[in-house]
Antibody, heavy 119, light 107 residues
């Protein structure tokens, strides 16, 4: 079946960078964009941007422009998010999600990766 | 920046109908989507394109749209429906936005 499996939890110090992976299976990886969404404790879902898994073209939410980078490895059907200059407010669960065939609905989600930023 | 506004909480007794609203200025021009999120889990899409239901989603979940307000209706609420519900849409530049979420409590 279609699924995403994300990498494990991370603990980082302020100012550091973190890279999270999202491995897809069960469909043609290059057919749909992959979005990144984060959720701070007790907060709403927050869209960070997306990557066209086929072309590699990226779009970033203005809030994260310059501090976030999306990449993908088509041979491994894996997408990555790297967030730099981490601060405590970046403590959150980071999700990857497919912008699938349901009129761009985020139809498949990874299990989430907890990133804790603490000194 | 564009915002979608939801009520923080809705309470309903089992078997009753729950209605969760979401308001946003761009909703007349952009599709709305609804997600259910249980504690510690990833969201699940319930409704796309304002009122379409993916396969596998129970018929008791439905969506509707009227002007700047979209509504998620859960008919015959069950205990398992207790969760957070988020609306989602895009602004004119293609930036995706989520509402603040509504906690549904089944009394």
């Amino acid at each position: 079946q279609v699924r995403f499996v994300q990498s494990g939890a991370e603990v980082k110090k302020p100012g550091a960078s973190v890279k999270v992976s999202c491995k897809a299976s069960g469909y043609t990886f290059t057919s749909y964009p992959i979005h990144w969404v984060r959720q701070a404790p007790g907060q709403r879902l927050e869209w960070m941007g997306r990557i066209n898994a086929g072309s590699g073209h990226t779009e970033y939410s203005q809030k994260f422009q310059g501090r976030v980078s999306f990449t993908r490895d088509t041979s491994a059907s894996t997408a990555y998010i790297e967030l730099s200059s981490l601060r405590s407010e970046d403590t959150a669960v980071y999700f990857c999600a497919r912008g699938g065939p349901l009129e761009e609905a985020f139809d498949i989600w990874g299990q989430g990766t907890l990133v804790i930023v603490s000194s | 920046s564009y915002e979608l506004t939801q009520p923080p909480s809705v309470s309903v007794s089992p078997g009753q109908t729950a209605r969760i609203t979401c308001s946003g200025d761009a909703l007349p021009k952009q599709y709305a989507y609804w997600y259910q999120q249980r504690p510690g889990q990833a969201p699940v899409v319930l409704i796309y394109k304002d009122s379409e239901r993916p396969s596998g989603i129970p018929e008791r979940f439905s969506g509707s749209s009227s002007g700047t307000i979209v509504t998620l209706t859960i008919s015959g609420v069950q205990a398992e429906d207790e969760a957070d519900y988020y609306c989602q849409s895009a602004d004119s530049s293609g930036t995706w936005v989520f509402g603040g979420g509504t906690m549904l409590t089944v009394l």
